[in-house]
């Protein structure tokens, strides 16, 4: 058994934390990351499933240093030789934030001398560690003088799912998109719409949620070159990964944009990603929308009017979505945006909002139950 922890950005710990409970873990929520304790069947079904967090590390040792001997001594107590095989790779990324151990390229220094004095003694090896083997990223993370040392189980970030061949100016991660959409509670059986749709990021992962497609299904991840991981065990999971998913499900999205190369841009990500068929693309202007149907859900990143001389049309396009809801009192909207005044534009208090972060954009997300 291990202890886990799935990074997030913060704002989606409880996000993510329903993920990892929906796979049959019991959860602690801390700032920007969710703690769950599993096998190695966790680490891997983790990777594969998890939609809206960054990374899945484990979580190898934790305690308080205010000394560089006592970072030492207590590194170097871990058994690491549990974790990373003896000709591992194992660089060393540190941050530390309101703490006397502030010098970040000293504490990964000693965390990497502490790591190789217990490798060799643990191994019997008297000169230098080959590390020509399997990658563990170790991190030390040291707040308020209490040190937690993790390895990354993932790689490349969670957000990397391999379908997007290119982007827009400002991309929205696909871990974001996808944690809008499950907050939106969609699965599926109504229409989805997004009309501000840029590089398709939403609705390629509205149609995975539908569809329940593993998000990690066609990547691969650094744990599976590690010891600990059984042979075939990746293989496994991404077998019955395959057989849960409903690829013939009948679902309709719509993705629209004001931008043709962005709408072009869309459509190629989503053949990438085996969606050609399913979303529907459009180049259109927002006020150009209608709604048909007696509900569905309107999911969009909008312009938040931050650029000289955005402002009126911003304006004018939130305007226009208040009117469209209150024609349609059955549809929901949900609408992530840093526009402050959005609920005066739109005409209505929210039923619910959520602060999150797009980038480093502090925004809210707006969201407008529809009557059922």
Request: proline share 3%.
């Amino acid at each position: 058994m291990y202890q886990i922890l799935a990074t997030t950005p913060m704002g989606m710990e409880a996000i993510a934390a329903k993920e990892i409970q929906a796979l049959g873990y019991e959860t602690t929520i801390e700032n920007g990351r969710v703690l769950y304790n599993g096998d190695a069947r966790a680490i891997v079904k983790s990777n594969l499933w998890l939609r809206s967090a960054d990374r899945v590390k484990l979580v190898v040792g934790r305690f308080y240093a205010t000394t560089f001997e006592q970072l030492f001594d207590k590194t170097k107590e871990i058994p690491w030789e549990n974790f990373i095989s003896e000709n591992g790779q194992f660089p060393v990324q540190g941050k530390s934030l309101k703490s006397k151990l502030f010098s970040v390229p000293d504490c990964q220094a000693i965390v990497k001398k502490a790591i190789v004095e217990r490798l060799k003694r643990a191994h019997g090896k008297q000169g230098w560690l080959t590390e020509t083997g399997a990658l563990y990223k170790v991190e030390v993370s040291i707040l308020k003088d209490e040190v937690l040392l993790t390895i990354d189980t993932s790689g490349a970030g969670l957000h990397k799912r391999r379908y997007r061949l290119a982007q827009g100016e400002a991309p929205m991660k696909e871990t974001l998109a996808a944690a809008l959409v499950l907050l939106s509670n969609w699965k599926g059986e109504t229409p989805f719409i997004d009309p501000f749709c840029g590089s398709g990021t939403i609705a390629i992962e509205a149609a995975m949620i539908a569809q329940n497609i593993a998000p990690g299904f066609n990547r691969d991840f650094a744990s599976e070159a590690w010891d600990i991981i059984p042979d075939g065990l990746f293989d496994e999971e991404r077998t019955l990964a395959e057989e849960v998913a409903e690829y013939d499900k009948e679902i309709s999205i719509t993705a629209s944009d004001i931008d043709p190369k962005m709408v072009e841009i869309a459509k190629n990500n989503a053949i990438e990603v085996g969606f050609g068929d399913i979303i529907t693309f459009k180049q259109m202007n927002v006020h150009d929308l209608t709604l048909t149907g007696e509900k569905g859900a309107i999911v969009g990143n909008p312009p938040y009017g931050e650029r000289i001389g955005e402002r009126k049309e911003v304006e004018e396009m939130y305007k226009f979505l208040g009117e469209l809801i209150h024609k349609n009192p059955e549809w929901s909207l949900y609408i992530l945006t840093s526009y402050k005044t959005f609920e005066t534009l739109i005409g209505q208090k929210a039923t619910k909002r959520r602060k999150l972060f797009n980038g480093y954009i502090e925004c809210t997300y707006y969201q407008y139950w529809g009557k059922k």
